[in-house]
T-cell receptor, first 114, second 111 residues
Framework: EPEVTQTPSHQVTQMGQEVILRCVPI?????FYWYRQILGQKVEFLVS????????KSEIFDDQFSVERPDGSNFTLKIRSTKLEDSAMYFC????????????FGEGSRLTVL | AQSVTQLDSHVSVSEGTPVLLRCNYS??????LFWYVQHPNKGLQLLLK??????LVKGINGFEAEFKKSETSFHLTKPSAHMSDAAEYFC?????????FGKGTRLSVIA
């Protein structure tokens, strides 16, 4: 069964460092998403991406964050100058169609900022 | 704005007994509602969805949920719990925004 894969599963970084989280969406999916979950809190929407551009983003997704689809398979989330409060589980998701709610999620990348 | 409230952070049941995970929603639109499940060290998986068709929705692994507009509820049920049901369950709403998640309910199943 096709699945969304994320790397790394866990990354520890120092405050102020740049981090890139990688995702390989399901191959025939066209819509890509990043969500995050801070420990003990709700899963929160960060950004959606379609046709090589951001289609929607939340207030959380400020200039510190960027997304890119550098090739035909990867979808990346870059966090510049990480802060302690960026520590969270980051989930990548993909879907065939937008706005259906039927997202396929990866296992998540746990980011710990020290 | 859309929101969901999961009324229990942790539910513990014995194997073979019914499961009830409660969710209330708030939406100014006719909502689409979902339940997602996350098993340990796994990604979030769609269990079932409600999109204004039948109010009783059947999902995978014997789970079902009933949309009750009068009660603004979308509770998840299963007649008989199995050990493999132990996981985190998220009630999710989609209105005119991206998915909005509840805080999750951790289901423990006792042998």
């Amino acid at each position: 069964e096709p699945e969304v894969t994320q790397t790394p599963s866990h990354q520890v970084t120092q405050m102020g460092q740049e981090v890139i989280l990688r995702c390989v969406p399901i191959s025939n999916h066209l819509y890509f998403y990043w969500y995050r979950q801070i420990l003990g809190q709700k899963v929160e929407f960060l950004v959606s991406f379609y046709n090589n551009e951001i289609s929607e983003k939340s207030e959380i997704f400020d200039d510190q964050f960027s997304v890119e689809r550098p090739d035909g398979s990867n979808f990346t989330l870059k966090i510049r100058s990480t802060k302690l409060e960026d520590s969270a589980m980051y989930f990548c998701a993909s879907s065939v169609e937008p706005n259906t709610g039927e997202l396929f999620f990866g296992e998540g990348s746990r980011l710990t900022v020290l | 704005a859309q929101s969901v409230t999961q009324l229990d952070s942790h539910v513990s049941v014995s194997e073979g007994t019914p499961v009830l995970l409660r969710c209330n929603y708030s939406s100014s639109y006719s909502p689409s509602l979902f339940w997602y499940v996350q098993h340990p060290n796994k990604g979030l998986q769609l269990l079932l969805k409600y999109t204004s068709a039948a109010t009783l929705v059947k999902g995978i692994n014997g789970f079902e949920a009933e949309f009750k507009k009068s009660e603004t509820s979308f509770h998840l049920t299963k007649p008989s719990a199995h050990m493999s049901d132990a996981a985190e369950y998220f009630c999710v709403v989609r209105g005119n925004t991206p998915l909005v998640f509840g805080k999750g309910t951790r289901l423990s199943v006792i042998a």
